[in-house]
């Protein structure tokens, strides 16, 4: 009686990572013994303010900055929100142009929208059919308005590494703040704050294997911003409220850990997303690859199944065991169709097969030949139910 | 060679609680298992969902409200924030006339303020010497450009339980909105949404034994607010952001301890409480209490011992292990005077000396006999310190 074990293969990993055993670890006398108010001068306050603060240097350390440098945000939505608000609205005397692109995340794209309803100007770069934004066309849209550029260092949707560092160059040199999302990026890849040029950063401890609930933005020395969440003199005033303290300590551990295995899981995932990527579209006719062919992040493949929804090909995967994402976590229930991938050329009936295929350091080569068994014959059969080979 | 062992007494349940141990084995198997996105539509995603959902249902059963009225947040400093502008926001065209008390938090005050500089009008009505808001005075107060009351239903700092159903009965009929900051209240006295008449009410695990880091805003169905934090469609559009998802699962099942074990939690606490409010003058000269006689939190005693300062008081019982604070924790490195203590009508010479004793479920009889025994001395070696008997 007893039942098969279903093979669960999770290849969602841009919308949230596991937790690491040994980032629980870390967590775990903490979560039990760590809760006075890090702002009290008791022993149990000092306690969780050192447990904060080795939390603040380990981060700061997984980016190149100082631990001043790094304020703890409850997710990287709140900190794009911070960031952009607070930085926009803190240089207005300065002038109303924001400069960002056609592929960034809500949490970067609402914010612009919202400043632009107030009067702000914003420039929406396009990409090239890589997904790629242009450092001479970012160069070349600001002008002495210009307070603020905000750009993604990689879509969760495509995967396509963008030229950070050409850019924070270039933007530095015309002296304008320069925010990067880094949520699917930080932790994955090397990110250096001042080898990129940036101003402030947004990282998530969801993306590499830290718990969720808990992110930071790095904000160089200097950098002006306004307050987000307004209250209490928590991260020298900059955001208030209550600290996550075990989601810091978290944080702080999956942080180390990223630096230091870094490269061993890069080394491990970039053969397997190169074999998803060589072997869709063999496997499937009428299967493209979005993004860019190899400035990818490491664990990151996808691509579009013609005539297809996205949405049929995830429910049957997950009859399989197989966890996929169709596009941005955020958005896959909004079923509106990704501005992303149109802004990379793609056509609107096509955009809705899309297939993100995210990699995570405990996937294995079997992982993605067991993908690389279902998917095809998934397709067929959806292909099969439709006489004109189209599901809608 | 053994160290002896300090004893560790923990009066600062107000900054923040210690994690029951049952949230704690609520949250184990979450963190370590449950992570995949809730709006993706496989198994992963599912089991978070369901995960999300129960701790909804859970918070929601604490207040009397229903699970869709839920909307998570990552603090009450959030909730404030959210809730204020939110609903200020979403009906400046009605009005913008705003109410609030003398003695609200910072993450009321603060938002409020911010409003006020972009054209609201702000009442901030005062407060009795026991620190209670009169219900006919803001019965008073709202005009036809009210569209927000915002009121505390019990401060941090002098625990006085508001008269909220009184004043919710008011407000409703005068049908303006209705917000109660119940971050000190909620999980710890009876809150009934619907009872008290609010459309509006944050409240926090980390002052019911849940974690810190994870937070609800309550609102009422048919409630317009305008989302603070923008992007991904989670909670219903109403607060982007990835879920802080074993924050939510603790949060939950420490609603579900909070609500079955109220009234035992409270019927040993209110005895100590009152041995401290009726000792601490008898046995310190020149101590009052601070806060309503009576009607205050189950948990909460406070007071102000003149000429002394709070901070030094403090830091001696800390010495002997014992753990208070000496105002709101979110203020007491801006070293300000209290405006909360300032506007009861304590001194500003008498608001430096203010200690809040804030108990906590696994206090016993002896963490009040061991406070009581070491803070006269304490008094007494300070004022001897000083010839005026003053510190500074």
Redesign the interface.
Known sequence: MADEVKR?V?L?HM?????D?RV?EA??PH???T???P???????QK?AKAIEEGRQKVAELIGATAKEIIF??????S??FAIKGIANANEKKGKHIITSAIE????L??VK?LEKQGFKVTYLPVDKNGLIDPEAVAKAITNETILVTLTQASNEIGAIEPIKEIGAKVKEKGVVFHVDAVQSAGTIPVDVADLNVDALTL?A?QFYG????AALYLKKGTRIIP???????EEGKR????????IVGLGKAAELAKTEMKVRADKLVPLRDKLLKELPKKISDFFVTGHPTQRLPNHASGCVKFIEG?SM??L??ME?????TG???????LKASHVLLAIGVSPENVHGSLVFSLGKDNSAADVDYLLEKLPPIVNRLREMSPLGKSK
């Open positions: 669960q999770y969602d919308a949230n990572t596991p937790v055993p629980i967590i775990l979560l039990k013994n809760y006075g108010n702002l009290n001068l008791h022993d149990f306050g969780t945000t409850s997710c990287g939505s709140e794009n929100n995340h809500f949490s970067v609402h914010p919202e998530s969801n718990p969720t609930g808990v987000f969440i307004l209250g209490g003199t928590q208030a409220g209550t600290h996550n303290i075990a989601g949405e995830s429910m995967l997950n065991g197989i966890a996929v994402s941005s976590a955020c958005v896959s229930k909004a």
